[in-house]
């Protein structure tokens, strides 16, 4: 069975700092991918980011970086110069190759103060 | 349209009301799925369909119809639903890779449901 957690319910970050937010998994798997998705107040889930179990390299997009760390089984994300707009529940998910299960987490509220 | 459109985004009803929940996805997906999020619980996947059957069937209650008629389409029909079962109810979608890759879901803005 897979497993997310997320030990952060809530953070308070400045406008322009940049944040980590935490996200260790449990898997038995060698092939996996995990995921980051942003839930702003109106619902939508919006997909931010993807890292292979295989994959040398972090994945970054635009401001979104996943620090992956293998041994460790963590793969935080680090959003750079925060925005006000990103002010969101933050959710770390997983899921097998070939497998439609998407495991989540139970999010991080993270709040940019201005 | 674009990406994963769902009617209608707020929706009240009585316990003994019959409603559907529709969900449309334009990104030429295969795979399609619905989850529930309840206050401060995880989401949870309800069903999944992959080329319009029906995969995934989690343990969800007999009060939860799930329809795929093709694979740009969803919806998922209730009756008889409990207080319990309010939440929001989100639509996914995506493209299979043949275990090349974990398949990354596109999720639509969710209907939210309140039972009376």
């Known amino acids: 069975a897979q497993k997310i957690t997320q030990t952060q319910p809530g953070m308070f970050v400045q406008e322009k700092e940049a944040v980590t937010l935490d996200c260790t998994y449990d898997?038995?798997?060698?092939?996996?991918?995990l995921f980051w998705y942003k839930q702003p107040s109106s619902g939508e889930m919006i997909f931010l980011i993807y890292?292979?179990?295989?994959?040398?390299q972090n994945a970054t997009e635009g401001r979104y970086s996943l620090n992956f760390q293998k041994a460790r089984k963590s793969a935080n994300l680090v959003i750079s110069a925060s925005q006000l707009g990103d002010s969101a529940m933050y959710f770390c998910?997983?899921?097998?190759?070939?497998?439609?299960?998407?495991?989540f987490g139970t999010g991080t509220r993270l709040t940019i103060i201005p | 349209e674009t990406g994963v459109t769902q009617t209608p985004r707020h929706l009240v009803m009585g316990m003994t009301n019959k409603k559907s929940l529709k969900c449309e996805q334009h990104l030429g997906h295969n795979a399609m799925y619905w989850y529930k999020q309840s206050a401060k619980k995880p989401l949870e996947l309800m069903f999944v369909y992959n080329f319009k059957e029906q995969t995934e069937n989690n343990s969800v209650p007999s009060r939860f119809s799930p329809e795929c008629p093709n694979s740009s389409h969803l919806f998922l029909h209730l009756h008889t639903l409990q207080p319990e079962d309010s939440a929001l109810y989100l639509c996914a979608s995506s493209q299979e890779t043949s275990g090349r890759m974990a398949d990354t879901q596109y999720f639509g803005p969710g209907t939210r449901l309140t039972v009376l």
């Open positions: 890292q292979g179990s295989y994959d040398e």
């Open positions: 998910a997983m899921s097998n190759f070939g497998n439609e299960k998407l495991t």
């Open positions: 898997t038995s798997d060698q092939s996996y991918g």
